[in-house]
T-cell receptor, first 110, second 114 residues
Framework: DQQVKQNSPSLSVQEGRISILNCDYT??????FLWYKKYPAEGPTFLIS?????DKNEDGRFTVFLNKSAKHLSLHIVPSQPGDSAVYFC?????????FGTGTRLTIIP | EPEVTQTPSHQVTQMGQEVILRCVPI?????FYWYRQILGQKVEFLVS????????KSEIFDDQFSVERPDGSNFTLKIRSTKLEDSAMYFC????????????FGQGTRLTVV
């Protein structure tokens, strides 16, 4: 039951360039979508969220885009920095429950 | 900055033993959660807790699992009789309310069942 999917297990991006992480979902009942960043041996850290009624939310270097008709969202990080290297999880909320994707390991190359 | 804290950071237990994982959520938060991540797999929802009762639970959260908020600050997850497949990172999270989009996670407890 993969309601939230991140099809790219890993991504490498040059420092200073744009990182684009993608996420697809199947459940149209989700009302919020969130991105979390996770370092080894730490818990997920909240980055940015978007309501299902919006199509874009921006916070500093991070922008999340939502395409409801395609059931797709993406996280753009620009410019990418070495400290952005981590695993990024997409999560979708319905009621109080978050359903996570499998994560994408982002590596920023100096 | 307020944070969710979990103890212990690592727990090793023998199969069949009971374990209690402890969490101190952020103080003014009202919703509490447990998630787990088996090595190499995704983070999975276990249970949510509000107003001193379970509000939602997943199919993973069977009769072996229970949660409690024994006082005003702690939130615990008990596994009654641990199995090998319970080995995972267990994350506690809290959020300010149902309208609050983000849940804040603790650093996790690594449970190893041998």
């Amino acid at each position: 039951d993969q309601q939230v999917k991140q099809n790219s297990p890993s991504l490498s991006v040059q420092e200073g360039r744009i990182s684009i992480l993608n996420c697809d979902y199947t459940n149209s009942m989700f009302d919020y979508f969130l991105w979390y960043k996770k370092y080894p041996a730490e818990g997920p850290t909240f980055l940015i969220s978007i309501s299902s009624i919006k199509d874009k939310n921006e916070d500093g270097r991070f922008t999340v885009f939502l395409n409801k008709s395609a059931k797709h969202l993406s996280l753009h990080i620009v410019p990418s920095q070495p400290g952005d290297s981590a695993v990024y999880f997409c999560a979708a909320r319905w009621n109080e429950k978050l359903t996570f994707g499998t994560g994408t390991r982002l590596t920023i190359i100096p | 900055e307020p944070e969710v804290t979990q103890t212990p950071s690592h727990q090793v237990t023998q199969m069949g033993q009971e374990v209690i994982l402890r969490c101190v959520p952020i103080s003014n938060h009202l919703y509490f959660y447990w998630y787990r991540q088996i090595l190499g797999q995704k983070v999975e929802f276990l249970v949510s807790f509000y107003n001193n009762e379970i509000s939602e639970k997943s199919e993973i959260f069977d009769d072996q699992f229970s949660v409690e908020r024994p006082d005003g600050s702690n939130f615990t997850l008990k596994i009654r009789s641990t199995k090998l497949e319970d080995s995972a990172m267990y994350f506690c999270a809290s959020s300010a309310g149902i309208q609050s989009t983000e849940a804040f996670f603790g650093q996790g407890t690594r449970l190893t069942v041998v």
